[in-house]
């Protein structure tokens, strides 16, 4: 059974903390992909990554940075967190393939006090 | 650039009821087209696709159909049951370069089920 997993369901932080959110898979896909979501707002695309020691920015990526060292791990950093990054996070990877579809992670709910 | 537009929730019906979500986009070229589902606590997962014009995409009893001429992707479901409450997001890929691919989200839609 396909999976991606996130390090932590439910993560409190104060303000200005750096923060890392992790997420694995083992589907050997090349693209990771970092989206975090809010009501109304649906899904937005912070960072994707299509191959080790790559990272392209998304939509909003101000704030956040990643790091892929190895296929399967993509961290998501937030260097100094503020009140407004709080947020449920989903990872998701994919094949290198037109079209394909995404697999997505149970998602990481940060809280930032 | 590209964007998907759906009805938005929440959707309350009761069981066994007929089933709309309305979707329509706005593309260059011709994307693939996606429902995706999340239920409560969980993560997204694919609900169906289609891939080309007039395509039908299926799945548990679900449907849509990639129209061009109107640039919809409808979900529809004949007959609802209490553990289809959920919220549906509708989708469709955008290419990022040679090998890859990101999806643009809907803001998606919460569906509810009465007994």
């Known amino acids: 059974d396909v999976k991606v997993t996130q390090s932590s369901r439910y993560l409190v932080k104060r303000t200005g903390e750096k923060v890392f959110l992790e997420c694995v898979q083992d589907?050997?896909?090349?693209?990771m992909f970092w989206y975090r979501q809010d009501p109304g707002l649906g899904l937005r695309l912070i960072y994707f990554?299509?191959?080790?020691?790559?990272?392209e920015k998304g939509d909003i990526p101000e704030g956040y940075s990643v790091s892929r060292e190895k296929k399967e791990r993509f961290s998501l950093i937030l260097e100094s967190a503020s009140t407004n990054q709080t947020s449920m996070y989903l990872c998701a990877s994919s094949p290198a393939l037109e079209d394909n579809e995404q697999f997505f992670g149970p998602g990481t709910r940060l809280t930032v006090l | 650039g590209n964007s998907v537009t759906q009805m938005e929730g929440p959707v309350t019906l009761s069981e066994e009821a007929f089933l709309t979500i309305n979707c329509t986009y706005t593309a260059t070229g011709y994307p693939s087209l996606f429902w995706y589902v999340q239920y409560p606590g969980e993560g997204l997962q694919l609900l169906l696709k289609?891939?080309?014009?007039?395509d039908k995409g299926s799945n548990k009893g679900f449907e849509a159909t990639y129209r061009k001429e109107t640039t919809s992707f409808h979900l529809e479901k004949g007959s609802v049951q209490v553990s289809d409450s959920a919220v549906y997001f509708c989708?469709?890929?955008?290419?990022?370069?040679?090998?890859?691919?990101?999806?643009?989200f809907g803001s998606g839609t919460r569906l509810s089920i009465r007994p």
């Open positions: 289609a891939t080309k014009a007039d």
């Open positions: 990554s299509y191959d080790v020691k790559m990272k």
């Open positions: 989708a469709l890929s955008d290419r990022i370069g040679s090998s890859a691919s990101k999806i643009i």
């Open positions: 589907m050997d896909h090349e693209n």
